[in-house]
């Protein structure tokens, strides 16, 4: 299935349905006096949260929502018939925002949530509500009112309570496919992942979800690379580990690179907890792995792991690590 996190559409409610003029027109009846019924409201329209659903992808092959006029009212004072409403069904954690994309209608975080988008249009009434007592054969009556349009953005932010963060090749694939039921596409060239992916862990009866993001590298906020804009996908996170590839060249750069990048996303993405793992321990001659160990920790002030994704060696301590808040580490530090 292809994955899309925004999507702008056009939404329309119906119109309400015209009230109605109209007499009546019996025998033996010598005045008939006004009859006509009210229009039916306009179809409205509502987003609600799904779980069956991951993507937005299929608000970009469809853009346009209209629902229906209300029908007209008619004679013998009968009410037109409302127009159904129509349910945009999107995925758990959509943020939907107006049409400037800054401005936020709601944020559907919880499966079932239901909010009113675009509300239809009232009927107008018939000549017979316009009866009085001095004025008993009222020719007025009144359109149905016009319902909402507008265009509103829908921005999928992937709900999970750890982030895998890393450059292209740090391992983050593999942890998330060696530590949950995550199916990652895992190859030895960079961007393998190029769309967010979620897993579960379960543990003591809790349940940890863990998204997993493209690489970044240094200049995404400025497109270089993916860009930075899959950073949205862990902004509900508490918890980011920071994936760092011990066979690089230089782990302790790398690690700043993403770290300011980070920062210049902002959402307080720096001030989540993080915790730091030191990945491909495996195939690192264990004196320098101890080196960059100890560097980091007296750089961050934090503990350090150091993990074998690949051979899943040290990752069981991580997640002990995330259930267990006395043992998570440290808060971002911008560094320069």
């Known amino acids: 299935m292809k994955f899309l996190d925004e999507a702008k559409i056009y939404i329309k409610a119906g119109d309400g349905g015209d009230g109605a003029l109209s007499f009546r027109h019996e025998k033996f009846i010598e005045f008939g006096g006004p009859d006509g019924g009210t229009g039916g409201a306009g179809g409205s329209i509502y987003a609600m949260a799904v779980r069956n659903v991951n993507t937005l992808i299929d608000y970009r092959y469809k853009q346009h929502f209209r629902a229906k006029k209300g029908h007209n009212g008619s004679g013998q004072n009968r009410t037109g018939k409302s127009s159904d409403d129509i349910v945009l069904h999107v995925p758990v954690g959509t943020q939907i925002l107006d049409e400037d994309k800054q401005t936020e209608i709601i944020d559907l975080i919880e499966e079932g949530q239901i909010a009113l988008l675009a509300k239809g249009g009232r009927g107008g009434l018939g000549n017979s509500s316009f009866k009085t007592s001095t004025n008993q054969a009222p020719r007025k009556f009144q359109k149905g009112e016009l319902g909402d349009e507008k265009w509103i953005w829908l921005k999928l932010k992937l709900i999970a309570d750890v982030g895998l963060v890393g450059l292209p090749n740090s391992g983050k694939s593999t942890f998330i496919s060696a530590m949950t039921n995550a199916k990652a596409k895992i190859d030895d060239y960079p961007f393998s992942t190029i769309t967010p992916q979620l897993g579960i ?81 495996d195939i690192v001659d264990q004196d320098v792995v101890m080196q960059v160990k100890q560097i980091f920790e007296n750089m961050t002030n934090s503990n350090v792991f150091v993990i074998s994704a690949l051979t899943k060696q040290g990752c069981d301590a991580i997640i002990t690590a995330v259930l267990d808040a006395s043992q998570v580490i440290s808060k971002f530090v911008f560094l320069e």
Do not use: M, W
């Open 201 to 281: 862990i379960k543990r003591h009866d809790k349940e940890i979800v863990i998204a997993d993001i493209p690489g970044l590298i240094e200049n995404a906020h400025l497109g270089k690379g993916l860009g930075d804009k899959f950073l949205a996908h862990i902004e509900r996170c508490s918890t980011i580990i920071h994936i760092i590839d011990l066979s690089s060249d230089d782990p302790v750069e790398n690690y700043k690179i993403i770290r300011k990048e980070l920062a210049l996303y902002g959402s307080a993405l720096k001030e989540k907890v993080e915790i730091i793992a030191l990945n491909k321990n």
